[in-house]
């Protein structure tokens, strides 16, 4: 290994590490404000972390293995995306295509989802059935958005999104088409507003939230940290695509323009948390069946230009 | 061709010994000469897979006028592979499932069907003449009838044996039919002289995917798959829908791509649609079902949807001059074969041994398996896994170079249709993923997880060993055979390209040994983490959250019916869904006491299609049945008639 792969690495790690749970407390604390409370500090995540790998766990009698190592799995699953995914603006270490991606993201919520069933209550049915069908949305959207930017960037490994070399200029809309759905995918992924309240306390109205329900401790630390892999990864990649559209080709400007744009999404994810109300779970498909359309669009165009 | 012989002599053997000897025991050793004779296979299978060979049959055993002729090859091989595991797995499992079975089926009858049912599969996947496969076909199709029917006290499995006969009948029409109509073309039986392309090849293609989709299970002609699979015990599911269906695929793969017999667009475009369909079709019915075996059984024909769209995909990709990509797509479905039988084979193999031990099937009934029977659902968690296509199992390789085959399709070709067209159906399939992925937590959820929704479930245990280990193997090897993937289609690629024109393809290029050691050491460090943490910080015991209304009863955590309910919601319009909810009490609006909740659903091909045309011909069989009246003037005045007619139509086409 030379030394600017260790370089790269080790900076993976950290952004890897240290961004997700800084955009989480950026986030809560700029939700409060706007809501005109004081809020959290930004670093209370890490707090929350720590305080939580520091308690026992709470597990129910009914449950078994499956509820126990879910929160490992899913994490893994989600590490692995982050390892191979160019979300943070540079190439990923690993090389993996979109289809890897979206089964890796299948893995996680069949884990979860699982883990759910086990705890034989009836939230956590609940929970994942309608997770399930929210996915139905979700995958294809996600799976045409990045073929959509894959086909523009002529190249079907995720690594060719960052490799700005091979960026074609004005893309025809197909890029911000892609985006808008993938950043619609990862409200869902991520539970925002309006598809889920991420602070409900009412377990009848939540969706991905309800699956989590009784997890406690060192598990829920896990989870709490691969909610908010999540939220930086999916953005980064919706990054992505933005930045290849304005045709940012230098590495660091393209570092610094992902962190950038990350950023401006926690902060119209804040902004929408606090303008929006959550709608009925059984209206959210004719919400999502825009993104739908989009990466469908988004797939015409790209198709149409070759 | 020693080794054929020795093989058939030895399942021979195997079905001889399931008639005569000690009555104890007897299916052991069936089973044990089964398995013996399918480690064999496993070697011709090997053999045939490297060195291709002809054989056709001494004069003496020669068939209308021509010998029968048997072709080894590489496609042979890694179908005859395929089966050759299937039965090893499922000859291990059945002695010990059989014995549990009430009331006690005939084992005689069990086992010779079970050999011959193999022979003929074995004839199929050999023949190189249209008159030896038909015949082996048929034996196919005759010896799982008999399989299906194993239980035929009950009216039920009757009923279903008959619908299943009547498609094999169909499916063989069709087949002849084809078949006749290339014969009148080309003058020949023989498969290696068919060529067909152009105008010419268009009505004998459509026949061919007509017959050869009716045994695959194609939506519309899916019916008789979710009808005969709960009626046959489990070995024989397993082995039908593991291997049997996968003939189909063979033919497919067979006359449309391999053997270029037939080159027809339209057939192309019609399997392409016919498997997109078929997909869809198939998971979204599996999402309803409450029957174990029909659910699987319907889940078969989601994943005969998935690889006829490969093979579909890959014939239009070849058509358009992309050979690479066709060759991709090809691997696809031919990995697709393999990673299916192995994870279906577990899966009803499964579901054989949850019937067993809970004796029950409806999903609606079980509950809480998982902590029973752990080895049998280790091994259905790997099957599903690999049935959810999640990396790193056989499942993920078969998803990885469909999608990828289709996506570089779209990247290369320069027509906008043919770009679109690939795109669209990576997006269907991943909606099919998706939905597939939703059945399988239901299914897996349902059956062995949250708490035991009955007494028999509580009391259930596991299956025993021999059971255990026919399960073990077929999930272990679609573990490994994802993780070898990339070995196995270098192999695959390597002897499709042996001695003919050298076609590049993309391989299984993903780092797969990477992601499995840092997924492995990730999720190792992390649940030791989590044990350890359990240990030191200790862990409190505690009642799952009630909302404080005083303990979970099992009857409260999610059913089968409710974690489909939001899916069939959505789809209600194909089901026709529908929900009643009655409240019943002094109050009904605000102190309900009884609360009724039915579900209505309604298989649309069953009831729209086909009993109306079961209606029509039942009518055209009573006006027929007026003239058995028993009175043999009436049959002498039949034949008559139709001699005058036969002579009439001869007369006018000389």
């Known amino acids: 290994m030379s030394t600017s792969t260790a370089m790269l690495l080790a900076e993976l790690a950290v952004e890897a590490l240290v961004l997700p749970l800084l955009l989480v407390g950026i986030l809560r604390t700029l939700r409060a404000r706007l809501q005109k409370r004081t809020g959290p500090r930004i670093l209370q995540p890490f707090y929350d972390l720590a305080r939580l790998t520091r308690k026992s766990s709470s597990i129910s009698l009914e449950t078994g293995p499956v509820f126990r190592t879910a929160p490992a799995i899913s994490l893994t699953a989600y590490l692995l995306v982050a390892l191979v995914t160019p979300w943070w603006g540079l190439c990923a270490p690993i090389r993996g295509d979109l289809i890897l991606v979206i089964f890796l993201l299948a893995t996680a919520r069949m884990a979860i989802g699982l883990a759910a069933m086990d705890t034989g209550t009836a939230f956590g049915g609940m929970g994942a059935s309608r997770e399930s069908m929210l996915s139905i949305f979700v995958e294809p959207t996600m799976v045409l958005a990045l073929s959509a930017a894959a086909l523009v960037s002529g190249n079907l490994w995720l690594n060719g999104l960052a490799k700005p070399s091979v960026i074609a200029g004005g893309s025809a809309y197909v890029l911000p088409l892609a985006a808008a759905a993938l950043w619609l995918a990862a409200a869902v992924e991520t539970s925002r507003m309006p598809i889920e309240d991420p602070v409900t306390h009412l377990e009848l109205t939540m969706i991905h939230e309800a699956q989590l329900l009784e997890y406690s401790g060192a598990r829920l630390a896990l989870l709490e940290y691969q909610s908010a892999l999540k939220l930086t990864v999916l953005y980064g990649l919706v990054a992505q695509l933005l930045l290849n559209e304005l045709v940012i080709r230098e590495p660091f400007e393209r570092w610094v323009g992902t962190l950038g744009l990350i950023l401006c999404l926690v902060v119209a994810a804040a902004i929408l948390d606090t303008l929006l109300v959550r709608l009925h779970w059984r209206k959210l498909p004719d919400l999502l069946i825009f993104g739908l359309a989009f990466s469908l669009v988004a797939c015409l165009l790209a198709a149409l230009r070759g | ?654």
């Open chain 2, 1 to 654: 061709m020693a080794l054929f012989v020795i093989l058939l002599f030895v399942w021979g053997l195997a079905a001889l010994m399931s008639i005569v000897g000690p009555l104890h025991n007897r299916g052991t050793r069936a089973a044990v000469l089964v398995a013996a004779g399918a480690c064999l296979l496993f070697f011709l299978a090997e053999d045939a897979f490297r060195n291709p060979l002809v054989i056709a049959l001494p004069p003496q055993y020669c068939l209308v006028g021509i010998r029968p002729c048997l072709k080894f090859d590489w496609l042979s091989g890694w179908f005859l592979a395929v089966l050759a595991f299937c039965t090893i797995a499922i000859s291990l499992y059945a002695p010990s499932y059989m014995n549990h079975l009430k009331p006690a089926p005939d084992m005689r009858i069990y086992w010779v069907g079970f050999v011959v049912l193999l022979a003929a599969m074995c004839g199929v996947l050999l023949a190189a003449d249209a008159i030896t496969f038909l015949i082996c076909w048929e034996a196919m199709a005759l010896s799982s009838a008999m399989l299906v029917l194993t239980n035929h006290q009950e009216r039920a499995t009757r009923t279903t044996g008959l619908i299943y006969i009547a498609a094999t009948r169909i499916s063989t029409l069709f087949l002849a039919a084809a078949f006749l109509w290339i014969h009148g073309i080309t003058h020949s039986w023989s498969f290696a002289v068919w060529h067909l392309t152009g105008q010419i090849a268009t009505w004998p293609a459509i026949l061919l995917v007509i017959g050869i989709a009716i045994k695959a299970g194609c939506w519309p002609f899916h019916l008789w798959l979710p009808a005969a699979h709960p009626a046959a015990p489990a070995p024989v599911s397993a082995l039908m829908s593991g291997v049997m269906v996968k003939t189909a695929i063979y033919a497919f793969l067979r006359f449309f791509i391999v053997q270029r017999a037939i080159q027809s667009t339209d057939a192309a475009y019609l399997l392409l649609t016919l498997g997109l369909i078929t997909a869809f079709w198939g998971v979204l019915f599996t999402l309803l079902q409450r029957d174990l075996k029909r659910l699987l059984a319907y889940s078969t024909v989601e994943n005969i949807g998935v690889i006829t769209c490969a093979i579909g995909m890959s014939m239009v990709a070849f058509q358009f001059g992309y050979a690479g990509i066709g060759l991709t797509l090809e691997v696809a479905a031919l990995f697709g074969v393999l990673s299916h039988a192995l994870f279906k084979s577990t899966l009803f193999l499964a579901a054989g041994a949850v019937d067993i031990a809970a004796d029950c099937h409806n999903i609606d009934k079980l509950g809480g398996l998982g902590r029973r029977m752990p080895r049998t659902f280790l091994c259905t968690l790997a099957a599903a896994a690999s049935f959810c296509a999640l990396p790193p199992m056989a499942g993920f390789a078969t998803e990885w170079m469909l999608f990828h085959g289709s996506l570089l399709l779209a990247l290369d070709s320069h027509q906008p249709a043919l770009r679109m067209g690939a795109l669209l159906l990576v997006g269907w399939l991943s909606l099919v993923g998706a939905l597939a992925m939703a059945t399988c937590i239901r299914f897996v959820g349902v059956v062995f997880l949250g708490r035991a929704r009955s007494l028999a479930c509580q009391k259930a245990h596991e299956c025993n060993r021999s059971m255990q280990a026919g399960m073990a193997l077929t999930a272990v090897m679609s573990v490994v055979t994802g993780i070898t993937a990339a070995a196995i289609i270098g192999e695959l690629l390597h002897a499709i390209n042996h001695g003919g024109p050298q076609v590049l393809a993309v391989g299984y290029s993903l780092p797969m040994g990477q992601f499995v050691l840092l997924a492995l050491a990730s999720a190792g460090l992390l649940t030791s983490w989590l044990a350890y943490h359990d240990r030191t910080a200790g862990t409190a015991d505690v009642q799952a959250w009630d909302c404080g209304s005083g303990g979970l009863t099992a009857r409260m955590q999610a059913t089968a019916e409710s974690f489909a309910q939001p899916i069939a919601r959505l789809f209600g319009n194909i089901y026709r869904y529908a929900i009643e909810v009655e409240f019943d009490g002094a109050s009904p609006r605000l102190f309900p006491e009884h609360i009724t909740v039915e579900t209505h659903a309604d298989a649309t091909m069953e009831s729209r299609v086909y009993a109306p045309i079961v209606r029509i011909i039942d009518r055209l069989g009573g006006l027929i049945a007026q003239l058995q009246t028993g009175s043999i003037h009436t049959y002498l005045l039949t034949m008559f008639a139709t001699l005058l007619l036969l002579l009439a139509v001869a007369g006018y086409y000389r």
